[in-house]
């Protein structure tokens, strides 16, 4: 599983096919992003489970590039 997690092309294919769908008028992450900011007045439980399904790539793509950005730890003995 962790494998799966870190692997760059998983990722950024997550983003680009689950993330963005539908494409067309625009990605919905988009459009629930900015229903978010505009307070989600209206918003269901099925809105927020939409927002969490659609936006969990991005959120494994910005894990990746924090831990990439921050120098992992060596442990010595």
Do not use: Q
Not at 12 to 33: N, R, Y
Not at 64 to 77: C, F, G, V
Request: positive net charge.
């Amino acid at each position: 599983m962790k494998k799966l997690i870190n692997d760059w092309k998983l990722v950024i294919l997550l983003c680009l096919t689950l993330g963005l769908a539908p494409f067309f008028p625009e990605p919905h992450i988009v459009g629930k992003v900015r229903w978010l900011a505009g307070g989600a007045v209206g918003m269901t439980a099925m809105d927020y489970f939409d927002v969490l399904l659609h936006g969990f790539p991005f959120l494994l793509l910005v894990r990746l590039i924090i831990l990439k950005l921050i120098p992992a730890k060596k442990e010595s003995n």
